[in-house]
């Protein structure tokens, strides 16, 4: 009798027991501009006990739509806006991760938008100097590149490499790419990196 009621026991101390963890987080979310109606969302894939089911995408601070991939084509939308989003994930379990930190982008006024620069590096090299290089555009007629450091405009480039000295010693700076072309449009801004002078 007392093996039967510790048997019944197991069988509902397990059935009770979900998957009550969340997945993890998304990492590099980046949204970028295609055209003047459509924005293109990607990111690092959750990772979770069960499996991840699935990521809700939120536009403007509302939640929006859901996708099984790591990437969302949001299309049908109005040049010359700037549209906002996060993203989460959830599993089987209904669990959702935190939301990852918002990014935005501007569609242009018409046509093709113009696409950042690409595979961003930033590496302290010395105590008060911060090396970046990158690849180019894929955007025709690229005049310059734009160079943010900790949100604010620093200085341009034409080549792809840049060199940021005179820093303060064991100190973190933040790092983000324009592109601009020949009439002067901008691109949304790439991926954003980090690094620490060294001591």
């Not at 894939?45 to 739509?65: C, L, M, Q, T, W």
């Amino acid at each position: 009798m007392i093996a039967v009621f510790l048997s019944l026991f197991a069988v509902a101390f397990i059935t009770g027991c979900g998957d009550s963890l969340p997945p993890t987080t998304p990492t590099g979310l980046t949204v970028t501009a295609q055209t003047s109606t459509s924005i293109l969302l990607s990111w690092e894939p959750s990772d979770d006990y069960g499996g991840v089911e699935g990521y809700r995408i939120f536009r403007n601070g509302s939640k929006y739509a859901r996708t099984g991939e790591t990437s969302f084509l949001d299309s049908g939308l109005t040049n010359s806006t700037t549209y906002c989003y996060q993203v989460d994930a959830y599993d089987e379990e209904g669990n959702h991760s935190d939301k990852t930190p918002e990014e935005c982008a501007t569609t242009p006024a018409s046509g093709v938008a113009v696409l950042p620069p690409t595979n961003l590096i930033v590496n302290a090299v010395s105590a008060s100097q911060i090396d970046l290089s990158w690849d180019a555009s894929a955007s025709p007629d690229v005049n310059y590149y734009e160079i943010w450091r900790d949100s604010s405009f620093l200085d341009t480039a034409t080549a792809l490499t840049y060199s940021d000295a005179g820093l303060t010693n064991n100190t973190s700076y933040c790092y983000y790419l324009l592109t601009v072309n020949l009439t002067g449009s901008k691109s949304s801004r790439s991926t954003e990196l980090c690094d620490t002078t060294d001591p």
